[in-house]
């Protein structure tokens, strides 16, 4: 029995494997105004949602179509922000995400985010990506949509304890595409969950998406 379970194993197909793309919700436009130019962030609703579909399509392509991606999705903001510019934001990502065979998922909150993150089997997670709005010690998936410069829903470097560290296969392969994350929250990512967190020392730039390229950082990416 032991080597026929071994062998189930081995042959598994590549979209047995999991990927987990965890997207932050943008800034409400009435407080990005309020910035002056240079901080303000989120003029374009959909800097998150982007980055995250052009990382989905790159996943695709890198192991195949039919691979599982999970795209837990901030509706919140997508919610506020889409009512404000009087578009369908969240339709529009419910679109995209069946156009290109995501699951998506909702959450409403932090710990809402971390039971979607752990609903995947043991050892299944090959990658995970964030993208949001972050500070060393934060993932957040909230930052000014509701109250200027104030997040009201994320993951602290406390609480990834809470994450359970037996879903992620043993080479996963983790990047935050948030600020400054690699100034802490990497090494705590390490040391709760058993592997590297590349993050940003520094900020992190979304205007490469102009081009469909990946977010850059002005500074380095560390593990």
Known sequence: MKHLLLLLLLVLPASAT???????????????????KKDQHDAWWANFEYASILRAEELQRAYDKSCKITWIVYKPGYDRRGREDGKPYTTWIRENAAKRNIKLLWVNSGPGAIRAINSHPAGSVTTFDFFGHSNRHCLMLDYGSDVM???????????????????????????????????SMSAIWRQKLGHTLIGARGKTDYAALNKKQMPRVNGSWVR
């Open 149 to 183: 410069a104030v997040s009201q829903a994320w993951i602290h470097e406390n609480e990834l304890g809470k994450i359970r560290r037996s879903i992620f296969s043993r080479n996963c392969f983790s990047k935050s595409w948030g600020c400054h994350t690699g100034e």
């Open 18 to 36: 999991h990927h987990i793309i965890l997207c932050g919700g943008p800034a409400s436009l009435r407080w990005e105004k309020l910035r002056v």
